[in-house]
């Protein structure tokens, strides 16, 4: 169970008014996704967030979910949480490295406070490990590093802005000029 102490030693940052969280959870393997929400509600729970929770197909739909959830305006914190276990081809690669990038370009490029929670495993036994609240945690640490962002923007700034720098943030993530 979640307490104001979580991993890392780091105490859950107090908010006032109470922070607005996302949570957006890609449910691919049932009992993961179970442990993940358990995991993060708790922290959430703990620190008082208003929460909302969305389902998306895979953890490649994450990104995209967030950056559209974002246009909002209503939240200050998102939590990804999903599961990607190898499997027989490179398709894994794809999904691991793409959705982290996807994450780390919205949280760079735009400003979002987002925790990432997806596991990439490559067994069920690893994934089964870091879903449970009672072991690893993952989906609690997730919400607990969105925390920690999301009081970092309010020490720090009015919140997210428009998207700056979106040439950058378009060639860091294809590599390509504007103008090719
Ligand atoms: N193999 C896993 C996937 N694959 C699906 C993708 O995430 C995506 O939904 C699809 O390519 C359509 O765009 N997703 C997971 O979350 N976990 C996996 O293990
Ligand atoms: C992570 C994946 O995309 C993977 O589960 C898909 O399995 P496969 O590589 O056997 O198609």
């Known amino acids: 169970?979640?307490?104001r102490e979580e991993a890392g030693?780091?105490?859950l940052p107090a908010f006032d008014p109470a922070p607005r969280v996302l949570v957006v959870i890609a449910p691919y393997y049932d009992g993961i996704a179970a442990g993940q929400l358990a995991g993060?509600?708790?922290?959430?729970?703990a620190a008082g967030a208003e929460?909302?929770?969305?389902?998306v197909p895979g953890a490649l739909e994450i990104p995209p979910a967030i950056r559209l959830a974002a246009d909002s305006g209503r939240f200050d914190a998102y939590v990804a949480l999903g599961c990607v276990i190898r499997g027989?081809?490179?398709h894994y690669e794809t999904?691991?490295?793409e959705s982290a990038r996807g994450i780390?370009?919205?949280?760079i490029g735009r400003g979002l406070c987002i925790g990432n929670g997806i596991l990439t495993c490559e067994t069920l036994a690893q994934a089964e490990e870091r879903a449970d609240p009672a072991r690893q945690d993952k989906g609690g640490g997730a919400a607990a590093a969105a925390l920690h962002l999301a009081a970092l923007a309010r020490r720090f700034g009015p919140g997210p802005g428009p998207l700056r720098g979106e040439d950058e943030i378009f060639v860091a993530a294809t590599g390509l000029s504007r103008t090719a």
Do not use: F, S
């Open 1 to 3: 169970m979640a307490t």
């Open 88 to 90: 027989e081809t490179t």
């Open 95 to 97: 999904v691991c490295e």
């Open 51 to 55: 929460v909302e929770e969305i389902r």
């Open 104 to 107: 780390t370009l919205l949280g």
């Open 40 to 45: 993060a509600r708790a922290v959430l729970q």
């Open 9 to 11: 030693g780091l105490a």
